[in-house]
Every structure is written in C-alpha cells, then in structure tokens.
C-alpha cells in the first residue's frame, strides 16, 4: 500500500494545487530516517527558502515538520531542477484538511503546468519509496 496517494489537482491562475491522503498507517510528521533516505536524490532540500517558525529554510524543520510540508518541498526542488532556477522562484503552502484522516491541501505556484503535474507525481513516487509503511 502506497503511503501517500494524489486525490485531485486543480490548476489555477500560475499555481497547482494537490490534495494528498496519507494511508491509515502512514506517519503524519518527516523523522531524521525518513530525510536520510531522502537527502540523497534531493541533496540541495536543507538550503530551501521555507516559512517556517524556527528558522529560514526547510532545514530547520525538515526532520520534524509534517509529511505534506515534506511533499511540497521534493515538489518545489523537482520544479527548481527542471526549470533551472533559483527555489526563491517556487513558493508553495501546506495545510491540513483534516490531520487524522491523512488529507493536505498543498499549492505550488509554477511556471509550466505540465511541468508541475511531472513534480506532483514524481515527488508522490520518491517519497512512497522512502516511507516503509506496515
Ligand atoms: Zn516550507
């Protein structure tokens, strides 16, 4: 069983947005294992810009944040990757819909919807490899 799945996208006005439902079992919140698994595709998601209440960037919180707001970010750094920009370009927001039920919202703002859909499924697929779920 996959721990995140992709529910619906909506494409707005220069932003997606995705609602995510985590499985039952899955974690809620990102732990120092799950970012060890992860630091190796995604090198560069420590030195991310993030709003976040204890620092400037995602690294300040990425080991203890929730697994959506984790999901924004790979979503984020994949679209930096293809674009060639700086992460500054890409900002997005996470929130719950209902945290005990597992579904987020998560908007990213893009400059290629198509490109952006890519990100979605993609960040969807590494992070399902990085989660061991019973
Ligand atoms: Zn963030």
Redesign the pocket.
């Known amino acids: 069983m996959d721990a995140v799945s992709i529910e619906q996208f909506t494409v707005g006005e220069g932003r997606l947005v995705c609602e995510i439902r985590l499985a039952p079992s899955a974690p809620r919140v990102t732990s120092p294992d799950l970012i060890m698994r992860l630091e190796g595709p995604f090198p560069h998601l420590a030195h ?5 209440e204890e620092g400037a960037t ?1 690294g300040a ?2 080991d203890h ?1 929730s697994l959506p ?1 984790l999901l ?2 790979l979503v ?1 750094d994949l679209q930096v990757r293809e674009a060639q920009r700086d992460d500054d370009a890409f900002a ?3 929130d719950w819909i209902d945290q005990e039920a597992g579904t987020a919202r998560i908007q990213v703002s893009f400059t290629d919807d198509l490109a952006a859909l890519r990100a979605f499924r993609d960040a969807v697929r590494f992070l399902n490899d990085a989660i061991v779920i019973p």
């Open positions: 991310h810009a993030c709003v976040n995602f919180v990425m944040t707001h924004e970010h984020i997005g927001t996470t």
